[in-house]
């Protein structure tokens, strides 16, 4: 037995002993207040969608928690304290619409010194997780890494990473890090002799440097598998293995694609195993491919996307990043993102996911808010939104909804509440104290930001960031559309708007936001959801569905086909319950905030319309 495995089980069994006498927690617990029979209940992958115990499809929308992870003035900890994790949760439920968050760990944190888990920084960890999972927000923890580790870099340079521990990187004795003539920090990732070479050793396991990882991943899943309860641990939707992975270099003869299969995909099934023995059978292992492999820059871009993995079935789901390199550079893209600007980006990630047999996952999508390019930010995000919710873009949807694809699952890169308020010595150094933005290589990418009172205030237009989406739809997803009229300054961007051959449609949304979800019953008694924004007040929101047309729609009860009903965790937040009774049989809601009373009449003519049109495409 190998000095590392011994030291693995040796920290297990400590760690098993400390649960015994410490105690764990209880086995169950309450569910997040405001939760009705159906909510809470684990998720899973069937039929290449996230499924919940009611059998229906399950969308997943949020954001990074946080990249304070990949900063050291909290201590590798996405929030200072427990208090502001809770507060975090509150606002990104209320005022983001979210309803999962990606909750970054550090390994460096996590493992100080080789083979000894901190398991004070675990529990920080479960108790920082707790705080969004009594808000009934899902999560989904990522190991993350960027440029490999923060201990590569020297205290005066341009660049930091973050990941690995310091003693990962003494292990290897590698060359004073230098990107030469770089303008984006990423260009260390080609560049950086330093970055290469441990990125190369830990895919070969130089050092055994991969074996320490696994040990310790599966100690961390080990320690919040019993420190979480049942309820809380039904939150946990599955685990993200590995920040944007990338060679650093490639073998003699070999290839993005045969790293990809002799190398990553051999690692993601390791880690499955410790996931299996950890006590995660259950979950998904949300597997990203070569970094490059939907790059939007043609000289970027590398074949890959796990093709060679086979059908990843529902152990695991096929989780990417997507950036718009060509907007960011300031060269390659000169003006604003248009109508389906990112249809075909998008269309390939669900493509790539169907052909893999499993669900799929944008883990990372954004755009910087301040700089030469920030400008850009709202059109981006709005297309990025678009193809999120189908594959089609707005001007061709209503004569070709049947091709919108699935709803894909995504969460924007990041909600960090210390934007602009950090005090973060920059790779240890004194004389580099950043606060402005993420305090992290430039960057400034968070969505959400503290006011002058302390409060969490949104950095975007709350029109394109709360959403009206289909978190949860009782049998399958057909067709989705939503136009949130979000503003590129003082211009309302629409779109998608309702055409002229549906009249009365048109006038009951006239200049306001409005979603569309087509969808076929399936055999629960669970109701279809849509989560309402905050501009969608019940007193002014419009239902116009199959299963009942209403103006202010009644409180939820098991006799309301259409009704309105707190989301779980007690934050606020309100969504739109539509339930059904049948099985196989197509139905269709639009939810509206454009109409004031509207008449019976009117109400009544869009209502024909809307199933005039459902028949013709459906």
């Known amino acids: 037995m190998s000095t590392i495995r011994a030291r693995v089980l040796l920290v297990l069994v400590v760690l098993c002993g400390l649960l015994t006498v410490a105690g764990a927690p209880p086995a169950t617990a309450a569910t997040p207040s405001d939760s009705l029979w159906f909510d809470g209940t684990p998720l899973t992958v069937q039929n290449g969608r996230f499924t919940d115990g009611q059998g229906r499809e399950i969308v997943l929308r949020g954001y990074n928690v946080s990249g304070e992870t990949k900063l050291e003035e909290n201590g590798g900890l996405p929030f200072a304290s427990v208090a502001d994790a809770r507060r975090s949760a509150t606002a990104l439920r209320a005022l983001g619409g979210g309803n999962t968050v990606r909750f970054l760990l550090s390994w460096a944190h996590a493992e100080p010194a080789r083979g ?66 770089c303008l984006f920090w990423g260009q260390n990732i080609t560049q950086n002799a330093a970055v290469q070479k441990a990125q190369y050793d830990f895919w070969h396991n130089g050092y055994g440097l991969q074996d320490a990882f696994l040990a310790t991943a599966e100690t961390a899943m080990v320690y919040l598998r019993q420190h979480l309860t049942d309820g809380e641990f039904a939150g946990v939707v599955g685990f993200d293995p590995y920040n944007e992975p990338y ?21 993601y099934v390791k880690f499955r195993a410790r996931m299996d023995a950890a006590g995660w059978q259950d979950k998904p292992a949300f597997v990203e491919p070569n970094l490059f492999w939907n790059a939007n820059i043609s000289t970027q871009k590398q074949e890959g996307g796990l093709l060679d993995a086979a059908t990843l079935g529902p152990r695991y789901v096929f989780n990417t990043h997507f950036y718009d390199q060509k907007a960011i550079s300031g060269i390659l ?6 109508d389906g600007q990112y249809a075909s980006d998008f269309g390939a990630v669900r493509d790539r996911a169907s052909a893999a047999g499993t669900a799929a996952l944008v883990s990372e999508f954004g755009h910087p808010l301040s700089g030469t390019v920030a400008d ?125 051959s549906l009249p009365n449609v048109a006038r009951l949304v006239g200049s306001g936001q409005y979603g569309l979800l087509v969808w076929r019953s399936g055999s629960g008694a669970a109701p279809t959801e849509l989560h309402l924004p905050a501009t969608f007040p019940t007193s002014a929101t419009t239902v116009v569905s199959d299963l009942g047309t209403t103006y202010a729609p009644p409180a939820h009860t098991d006799r309301t086909p259409v009704g309105v009903a707190p989301e779980p965790g007690g934050t606020g937040s309100r969504r739109l319950l539509l339930t059904d009774s049948d099985f196989g049989v197509l139905h269709y809601a639009l939810v509206t905030n454009g109409a004031t009373a509207p008449s019976a009449d009117l109400l009544s003519a869009a209502g024909s319309e809307l199933a005039s049109w459902a028949k013709a495409h459906f």
């Open 376 to 500: 850009k930010a709202p059109t981006v995000l709005k297309a990025m939104y678009q193809a999120l919710d189908s594959r089609v873009p707005g001007a061709s949807w209503w004569t070709n909804p049947a091709a919108s694809g699935p709803v894909l699952s995504g969460s924007q890169w990041q909600w960090d509440l210390y934007n602009g308020r950090h005090h973060e010595l920059m790779n240890g150094n004194p004389d580099k104290v950043l606060t402005s933005g993420d305090a992290w290589n430039d960057e400034d990418l968070s969505a959400v930001k503290l006011d002058d009172s302390g409060n969490a205030a949104l950095r975007q237009d709350a029109r394109l960031l709360d959403r009206v989406y289909p978190s949860a739809t009782a049998g399958s997803t057909l067709a989705f559309t939503y136009e949130d009229r979000s503003r590129d300054g003082s211009t309302t961007l629409t779109w998608n708007p309702v055409p002229s």
């Open 116 to 181: 000894q888990v901190d398991t004070a920084y675990l529990a920080a960890v479960a108790e920082q997780m707790r705080a969004f999972l009594d808000a009934g927000i899902r999560i989904y923890p990522d190991f993350h890494q960027d440029l490999h580790s923060r201990y590569l870099f020297n205290s005066g340079s341009w660049y930091t990473g973050d990941g690995a521990p310091e003693w990962a990187v003494d292990a290897g004795s590698y060359p004073k890090e230098s990107c030469g003539i």
């Open 247 to 267: 060679a650093g270099s490639y073998d003699s003869g070999q290839t993005s694609r045969t790293w990809e299969r002799d190398l990553l995909w051999p690692f």
């Open 333 to 338: 893209m000169w003006g604003k993102a248009a």
